[in-house]
Nanobody, 126 residues
Framework: QVQLVESGGGSVQAGGSLRLSCAASGGTFSSYTMGWFRQAPGKEREFVATISRIGWSTLYADSVKGRFTVSRDNAKNTVYLQMNSLKPEDTAVYYC???????????????????WGKGTLVTVAS
């Protein structure tokens, strides 16, 4: 059983930056494709970014491409989401997820995901 704990959320002005972290425990971190999703109030959970097991492959939603960067440190069992040039529409709860069977390219739907964190809130003020 894998446990995922997100941190790094908070409030920031538009144009600012935040770095989210997701610490994993209870499994072999390098065997999991990792991802980030987000859910704004009243909206469905949506894909943000994924990264392959050893970090060679990444995929981003069009809405964050060029502004967000996903990375991982398998020695620290941690995945990161660097968020730059934040916009008010980026306001959401951000969730970390893990799945041993999916690839970075196929981990774009929240359905059937093996493991989720509890989320961290990001608020971007205009």
């Amino acid at each position: 059983q894998v446990q995922l704990v997100e941190s790094g959320g908070g409030s920031v002005q538009a144009g600012g930056s935040l770095r989210l972290s997701c610490a994993a425990s209870g499994g072999t971190f390098s065997s999991y494709t990792m991802g980030w999703f987000r859910q704004a109030p009243g909206k469905e959970r949506e894909f943000v970014a994924t990264i392959s097991r050893i970090g060679w492959s990444t995929l981003y939603a069009d809405s964050v491409k060029g502004r967000f960067t996903v990375s991982r440190d398998n020695a620290k069992n941690t995945v990161y989401l660097q968020m730059n040039s934040l916009k008010p529409e980026d306001t959401a709860v951000y969730y970390c997820c893990a799945d041993p069977a999916k690839t970075a390219a196929t981990m774009t739907s929240p359905n059937g995901m093996n493991y989720w964190g509890k989320g961290t809130l990001v608020t971007v003020a205009s």
